[in-house]
């Protein structure tokens, strides 16, 4: 059988599925409940010097039909504080799976430093730095805030650093003009290990009958954290910029859902993955079908390890001046049999490319001299009638 076990920033996990600060690590008897269905380690609601409050309801849907894409939420760090903490811990503490501490405090280093020694002092593994929550207390300049500015993530990933003896990861905000520089000063400050994404700041949408926007609470609403499979396209580009800058270990997060989205995280360059929303939506029991599902997946490809395919896709990431702008490829009809006449692939390339398909009852066609090859008629046919060629 393949193996599941990663080291991530020399530290030993039985495989790589970790849940994500957020609701479901709020406490140490739900870590230790997820840890026995199997994940491979934790990492704590974000800890605070003080406890935070939290308003109500706090999340916003994204739907598409029925199917959710994403969630918004404008939740706070822990509601619980640094001593019930310490219990908590202990509680979560189960051999071969570590707990990383994530801690987030305002700008000033001194405050980190505090934070760090006692939450170093409750037995976790390692830490991660929450400089990445977009909507947490801007007024107190924390998260994002801090994530945001280059040399304060250095400055305080260096006093966390030398204050500490456990690896330390620095979680990024993919709220940034620029992930590489974000990067670089993780790894200026000292960092071990880089995660990401945290939420990405968003308005998921409004209430048209009334006008408030979602999530609303008490008649009013703010922008929120934007989770789950809508930004995974946004994680995976980040994780692989990260990994494009630096060899640090890279723990990927954001909208993962299926062992399919984890591999796809690994080939960009991430050791481990962390999950949130899956989760909330569908419980800490999918993680027992993941692990199954990367095993095929390795036995099926001849992996015996998770290294031997991390970063895997890196080398197809180009810059745009490698590509030839005309390569000569059109769309084909390959599977004319399968065509219910719906017609789409007309109306999508008519009004939305090029106008080279025609329909004569199912009997759908292809002008070679008009089509573009821009790939839009094999997408959006529901019965896969066409593919490029
Ligand atoms: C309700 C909620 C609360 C969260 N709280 C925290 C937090 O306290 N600290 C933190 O670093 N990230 C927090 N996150 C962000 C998640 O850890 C994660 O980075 C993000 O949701 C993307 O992953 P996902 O798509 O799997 O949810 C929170 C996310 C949600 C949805």
Redesign the pocket.
């Known amino acids: 059988m393949p193996g599941l076990n990663v080291n991530f920033a020399g530290v030993e996990f039985e495989n790589p599925f970790l849940l994500?600060?957020?609701?479901p690590t709020k406490d140490g008897t739900q870590i230790k409940r997820a840890i026995e269905l199997g994940w491979g380690g934790a990492?704590t609601?974000?800890l605070l010097l003080v406890p935070d409050k939290n308003t109500r309801p706090?999340?916003g849907f994204l739907k598409l039909g029925k199917r959710m894409i994403g969630?918004s939420?404008i939740?706070?760090?822990?509601e619980l504080s640094l001593e019930r903490w310490k219990k908590e811990i202990v509680i979560a503490k189960t051999p071969g799976a570590p707990i990383i501490g994530?801690i987030?405090t305002d700008s000033d280093p001194e405050n980190w430093v505090k934070l760090t020694k006692i939450v170093e002092e409750t037995g976790v593994d390692m830490l991660?730095l929450?400089v990445?929550?977009p909507h947490?207390s801007p007024e107190k300049h924390m998260g994002a805030l801090i994530g945001q500015d280059s040399a304060l993530i250095t400055l305080i990933t260096k006093n966390v650093k030398e204050n500490c003896s456990i690896p330390v990861i620095v979680?990024l905000t993919p709220n940034v003009t620029s992930i590489p520089d974000m990067t670089i000063a993780a790894k200026t400050g000292g960092a071990d290990a880089i995660?990401a994404?945290?939420?990405v700041l968003s308005l998921i949408g409004v209430d048209i009958e009334t006008g408030i926007p979602n999530p609303s609470s008490q008649g009013k609403s703010t922008f929120g954290?934007y989770?789950?499979?809508g930004?995974?396209p946004i994680?995976l580009r980040v994780v692989a910029e990260i990994a494009q800058t630096t060899n640090l270990p890279i723990s990927g997060?954001?909208?993962?859902?299926s062992w399919k989205s984890a591999i796809e995280f690994i080939m960009v360059g991430a050791t481990t993955v962390?999950?949130?929303?899956?989760?909330?939506w569908r419980g800490y029991k999918i993680v027992e079908n993941w692990k199954k599902g990367l095993q095929s997946f390795m036995e099926r490809k001849g992996y015996r390890s998770l290294n031997e395919f991390t970063g895997k896709s890196l080398q197809f990431l180009h810059p745009f001046s490698d590509f030839k702008t005309e390569p000569p490829i059109k769309a084909r009809v390959t599977h004319a049999d399968s065509c219910n006449g719906c017609g789409i692939c007309v109306t999508s390339c008519g009004d939305g490319a090029y106008n080279a398909i025609t329909l004569e009852d199912s009997d759908v066609a292809i002008d070679d001299q008009i089509c573009d090859g821009c790939g839009l008629c094999v997408n959006v046919c529901p019965q896969n009638v066409m593919t490029m060629g």
């Open positions: 994500s600060s957020a609701p990492v609601k974000s706090r999340l969630m939420n939740e706070m760090a822990t994530s987030m991660e929450n990445s929550c947490m979680k995660s994404i945290n939420t954290g989770s789950g499979p930004v995974r994680a997060i954001g909208g993962v859902d962390q999950v949130c929303t899956a989760i909330m």
